[in-house]
Each structure stands twice: as C-alpha cells, then as structure tokens.
C-alpha cells in the first residue's frame, strides 16, 4: 500500500506563487507514475499535471500550462507542483495520486492523497 499526503496548500493572492508537496510512504514511488488532480466547488475533479516515474516526461491541462510546474524526488519519495501565477479559478482541493507503472497516467490512479486547500483571492 502507498499512503499520500499533501502540503503546501493556502491562500494567496491573484499572480502569487505556491508549491504543493505530496509525501509517499509505504513503499518507494520510484517506479510509479503520478499526477496531481483538483476540485473546485460544485465541480467534478480534473486533471492537472502527471509525471514519469523517472521524471522525464510530464504532461499539463491547457488550463495550467505555462504557469504549474510538476517534479518529483525520488530518494525523498516526494513530489511537487509549483503554481505560479495563479488565478482566482484554480482554486480548489489539490490532490495526489500514484499508479504503478512506467506511463503517463491520465486516469484511473490507484492510491490517492487526502487532499489539501488551495485559494486564490482576487
């Protein structure tokens, strides 16, 4: 089993920067791809960014492209997601999640974080 926490989460101002953590343990990531989701108010999840389990290959939703950075620390089991310029419409609950596996990772992810809140004020 892998567990995820996230951290990192606030509020910030429209144009400000955050970077979101997701701790794994359990068992090492290493080879497991994973992705970060959110969830706004009275809207379903979505994508955001998913990344290898090397690092090499990352992917982005158009809304976020440019201005999210993902990465990941393997020796620390760590991920991250750095939000730069952030907009009143990215707030909301950020989550990470893991899939075995040596692909991008769109959907279906097997374990996920408990969540923490991002808010972006105008």
């Known amino acids: 089993q892998v567990q995820l926490v996230e951290s990192g989460g606030g509020l910030v101002q429209a144009g400000g920067s955050l970077r979101l953590s997701c701790a794994a343990s359990g068992r090492t990531v290493s080879n497991y791809a994973m992705g970060w989701f959110r969830q706004a108010p009275g809207k379903e999840r979505e994508f955001v960014a998913a990344?290898?389990?090397?690092?090499?290959?990352?992917r982005y939703a158009d809304s976020v492209k440019g201005r999210f950075t993902i990465s990941r620390d393997n020796p620390k089991n760590t991920m991250y997601l750095q939000m730069n310029s952030l907009k009143p419409e990215d707030t909301a609950v950020y989550y990470c999640?893991?899939?075995?596996?040596?692909?991008?990772?769109?959907?279906?992810?097997?374990?996920w974080g408990q969540g923490t809140q991002v808010t972006v004020s105008s």
């Open positions: 990344i290898i389990w090397s690092g090499g290959t990352t």
């Open positions: 999640a893991a899939k075995g596996g040596y692909s991008i990772v769109y959907e279906n992810y097997d374990y």
